[in-house]
T-cell receptor
Framework: DQQVKQNSPSLSVQEGRISILNCDYTNSMFDYFLWYKKYPAEGPTFLISISSIKDKNEDGRFTVFLNKSAKHLSLHIVPSQPGDSAVYFCAANDNQGGKLIFGQGTELSVKP | DTGVSQDPRHKITKRGQNVTFRCDPISEHNRLYWYRQTLGQGPEFLTYFQNEAQLEKSRLLSDRFSAERPKGSFSTLEIQRTEQGDSAMYLC??????????FGPGTRLTVT
């Protein structure tokens, strides 16, 4: 069972515009959510996180929104830059242990 | 500043051979995690340690897989009698408690 889902395998955006990446989850025990960025042949790089007690967290060009009632989170990147082109993973953690449950990833392409 | 390091970066082995991977976490981190990633999927949890104690193992982890973290510092992941289905990227991550996990560059395993 896929507890964390990223339904868009790919997204293409023009440089300078907003990129919105979406993620849905099914487990109501998840209380901590993270976004990672991955380039080919490298490990994932942590971007931003949010606790379930918040509905928004912002760090520079990156903002994560959490809608607990819809079990949905999104990552906004504005303005998008060509260097943002990568695969983005959302991940979730419950308070029972340490493991992260990852979505399948969305490949973002930012075109100049 | 040293991040998470993994060795080797690439490993090609014949089916039936044993392989061992090493992970050195960020020095002040008490938790160490192993994940596996195959093409088109997000990282999949295998096991994690808090200090030297192995706290959780995935049900997906067959008895051919074993991990150790003998002194609460580096960790090794051994795969015995490798199979072609073991071909994947093996990722190590570390964290301090439940904080965000930082990943190493991964070890790419190819079983021929």
């Amino acid at each position: 069972d896929q507890q964390v889902k990223q339904n868009s395998p790919s997204l293409s955006v023009q440089e300078g515009r907003i990129s919105i990446l979406n993620c849905d989850y099914t487990n109501s025990m998840f209380d901590y959510f993270l976004w990672y960025k991955k380039y080919p042949a490298e490990g994932p790089t942590f971007l931003i996180s949010i606790s379930s007690i918040k509905d928004k967290n912002e760090d520079g060009r990156f903002t994560v929104f959490l809608n607990k009632s819809a079990k949905h989170l999104s990552l906004h990147i504005v303005p998008s830059q060509p260097g943002d082109s990568a695969v983005y993973f959302c991940a979730a953690n419950d308070n029972q242990g340490g493991k992260l449950i990852f979505g399948q990833g969305t490949e973002l392409s930012v075109k100049p | 500043d040293t991040g998470v390091s993994q060795d080797p970066r690439h490993k090609i082995t014949k089916r039936g051979q044993n392989v061992t991977f090493r992970c050195d976490p960020i020095s002040e981190h008490n938790r160490l995690y192993w994940y596996r990633q195959t093409l088109g999927q997000g990282p999949e949890f295998l096991t994690y340690f808090q200090n030297e104690a192995q706290l959780e193992k995935s049900r997906l982890l067959s008895d051919r897989f074993s991990a150790e973290r003998p002194k609460g510092s580096f960790s090794t992941l051994e795969i015995q009698r490798t199979e072609q289905g073991d071909s994947a990227m093996y990722l190590c991550a570390s964290s301090f408690g439940r904080a965000e996990q930082y990943f190493g560059p991964g070890t790419r395993l190819t079983v021929t």
